[in-house]
């Protein structure tokens, strides 16, 4: 068990590369199960979670083997079991992407609920009414069992546009018999690079991009090899970071088509940067400056689904307008406990009016003071750090793992930036 120490007030600057995108990685993990042939996924991030994902994939019997650095062959022709071990259920949300292909390759999976962030409720009533419109059937006690006969392709339409719900149909509807429809399907470029994965492997897919997928099932999949894009959120993370720290940053293999939506929303705060092809320059000369929407009025930073600005970079935003001229509305629609992780914004010296649990209003600059802190998930977290970094003085952060599930080896890259932090073991 360690920390995190940091010494704040250290404006970070350097060179670094986009890891690949963790979101898309897990359910890319989860589809070499619709395949007895070997898969090679090039640019998955050394995280907790892809490290997880693996230990299950191998629990089932299939065989994962590091060909390199971020990138692995997995081959899943000797699966032998199709109930995920309990222990490594409850680490990760993702655990549930395991339901869509275990269903349609082997026609059964079993499971506890899943693990992840504790941000409040994450339903999962979506995940069961896809999958039993394909032909599954789900029982809820206590634990899941999914079992099917028979996959059959249909009309579905999602009750939200959930993005890993969406992943499991489409990872069980490319199996099954006859055409589907996804309607209010989610969109964002990993649930792309997931669609573009199994089209790799001999899926039909069309309609990539959009909120309607189709999908003609076919009776077997191949491997293939396949590079997943860069990590938007790791990528708005640091953006965030330079801007905070009074730093600058250059970040390469960047995808300009990810990055409008955070254009939009960073803007808002006065913060820009410079694109080149796939890298981007993050200046340290910023206005940091509100802009106000038409009529003098406060601007709002607000979430919803893609090419809407992310939900998970809400709480990146949220440290970033402390340290901003200026007051803005943060309104995150989602989770009802993800804004809870304010209070400790709040006892470091920002100005934050935490209005209900989706909106705070946060006013700046305020100087930022050393604190001991506690990561109740991994934006929050990464948030966290941001904080401390800005801050004056030494702040300490605990339950680390909770950020290193979503940050590519973070306190070696931070340090190669010029940041003051470091690993402390606890007593």
Request: glycine fraction near 10%.
């Amino acid at each position: 068990m360690y920390e995190y120490e940091i010494e704040g007030g250290f404006p970070i600057k350097g060179e670094i590369t986009a890891s690949g995108n963790k979101n898309a990685a897990l359910p890319c993990i989860a589809a070499t199960l619709l395949t007895d042939e070997p898969v090679i996924l090039k640019n998955i991030p050394e995280i907790e979670d892809t490290g997880v994902m693996l230990n299950i994939l191998q629990s089932f019997g299939a065989k994962a083997e590091k060909l390199k650095v971020n990138t692995w062959k997995i081959e899943a022709k000797d699966v032998e079991s199709c109930v995920i071990p309990a222990e490594l259920s409850k680490k990760i949300r993702a655990s549930i992407l395991f339901a869509g292909p275990m269903v349609a390759r082997l026609g059964k999976a079993e499971m506890l609920p899943p693990g992840g962030d504790v941000i409040g409720r994450r339903r999962l009533d979506t995940h069961f009414i896809a999958l039993e419109q394909l032909g599954a059937q789900v029982k809820v006690n206590g634990h899941f069992v999914f079992t099917a006969n028979k996959l059959i392709g249909t009309d579905i339409f999602l009750d939200e546009c959930s993005v890993t719900a969406t992943e499991n149909a489409v990872m069980a509807a490319v199996l099954a018999e006859g055409k589907t429809t996804i309607t209010n399907a989610a969109s964002e470029p990993h649930i792309q690079d997931l669609c573009n994965m199994l089209c790799a492997m001999g899926a039909k897919i069309t309609g990539i991009g959009s909120n309607i997928l189709y999908i003609d099932g076919v009776r077997k999949l191949h491997g293939c090899e396949f590079e997943i894009g860069p990590d938007y959120m790791e990528i708005g993370s640091y953006i965030g970071l330079a801007a905070a720290t009074r730093g600058s940053v250059i970040i390469k293999g960047v995808k300009n088509l990810d990055m409008r939506p955070l254009k939009v929303g960073f803007a808002k705060l006065g913060i820009s940067w410079m694109q080149d092809g796939e890298t981007i320059t993050v200046s340290s000369i910023q206005e940091m400056k509100t802009n106000a929407d038409v009529g003098t009025k406060i601007p709002k930073i607000d979430d919803s689904p893609w090419p809407g600005f992310p939900p998970d970079l809400t709480s990146i935003m949220t440290v970033v307008a402390t340290q901003v001229e200026g007051t803005v509305l943060i309104f995150e629609k989602m989770f009802e406990s993800r804004m809870f992780f304010v209070d400790k914004l709040i006892s470091m010296g920002a100005q934050i009016t935490l209005c209900d649990p989706h909106r705070a209003v946060v006013s700046g600059p305020s100087p930022l003071h050393g604190d001991h802190l506690v990561s109740p998930d991994v934006r929050a977290g990464m948030a966290m750090v941001i904080a401390a970094m800005a801050a004056r003085g030494t702040s300490r952060i605990s339950n680390v793992y909770q950020i290193e599930r979503g940050y590519e080896h973070l306190v070696e890259r931070l340090q190669s930036l010029g940041g003051h932090i470091k690993r402390v073991n606890v007593d």
